[in-house]
């Protein structure tokens, strides 16, 4: 099925370190989402963003809406133990069933 | 407010046998969708249902079947089934509005495992 393009597959940090991520598409979505995934749990939304060029925060994280629709990145500042997990950017179209597509995540390990 | 809930939390079958995965909606929203994350991968859409019809179906084949109640519970039913079906299977709710986007909320999921 039709994945995003998610970079980087993984990433080890120490704490306190910023970390980038980012996800492109070669198709155009209205919406962009990032949720967290910790092991035996489901994903949890972070941040959506509605429209292009928008730069959201929450908290320490910061994400963006490509200009073209097409990518969109997430930062994390200062990171701490609590942030490790799996990463997934989704793009969604208003659509239909404006169904979510995911990237292949990003997992993030930090060590103390 | 409940969060969104999924039973069973793990299952085991066998290649053949049909599976009946169940999934509450978050209160306040209409529509639930099913999604399948494979080992190591992102969840893929299976299928969302809306008003208790099927509104939108990925890329999987008609074994995969589903129903949505009048309290907008859902269910996904898995008939025949494969090796390849072994995975963590998600439900999320969400709010259908006239206009705007529709965020997606998630359940813990279910691992079935396909022996």
């Known amino acids: 099925g039709q994945q995003l393009n998610q970079s980087p597959q993984s990433m080890f940090i120490q704490e306190g370190e910023d970390v980038s991520m980012n996800c492109t598409s070669s198709?155009?979505?209205?919406?962009w989402l990032w949720y967290k995934q910790e092991p035996g749990e489901g994903p949890v939304l972070l941040i959506a963003?509605?429209?292009?060029?928008e730069l959201t925060s929450n908290g320490r994280l910061t994400a963006q809406f490509g200009i073209t629709r097409k990518d969109s990145f997430l930062n994390i500042s200062a990171s701490i133990p609590s942030d490790v997990g799996i990463y997934f950017c989704?793009?969604?179209?208003?659509?239909?069933?404006?169904?979510?597509?995911f990237g292949q995540g990003t997992r993030l390990t930090i060590n103390p | 407010e409940t969060g969104v809930t999924q039973s069973p939390t793990h299952l085991i079958k066998t290649r053949g046998q049909q599976v009946t995965l169940r999934c509450s909606s978050q209160?306040?929203?209409?529509?639930v969708s099913w999604y399948q994350q494979a080992l190591g991968q992102g969840p893929q859409f299976i299928f969302q249902?809306?008003?208790?019809?099927?509104?939108g179906r990925g890329n999987f084949p008609p074994r995969f079947s589903g129903l949505q109640f009048p309290n907008y519970s859902s269910e996904l039913n898995v008939n025949a089934l494969e090796l390849d079906d072994s995975a963590l299977y998600l439900c999320?709710?969400?709010?259908?509005?006239?206009?705007?986007?529709?965020?997606?909320?998630f359940g813990p999921g279910t691992r079935l495992t396909v022996l």
């Open positions: 999320a709710s969400s709010l259908v509005r006239t206009s705007g986007n529709n965020e997606q909320f």
């Open positions: 198709s155009i979505f209205n919406t």
């Open positions: 963003l509605y429209k292009a060029g």
């Open positions: 989704a793009g969604q179209k208003i659509q239909g069933a404006q169904k979510l597509v």
């Open positions: 209160s306040g929203h209409n529509t």
């Open positions: 249902y809306y008003r208790e019809e099927e509104n």
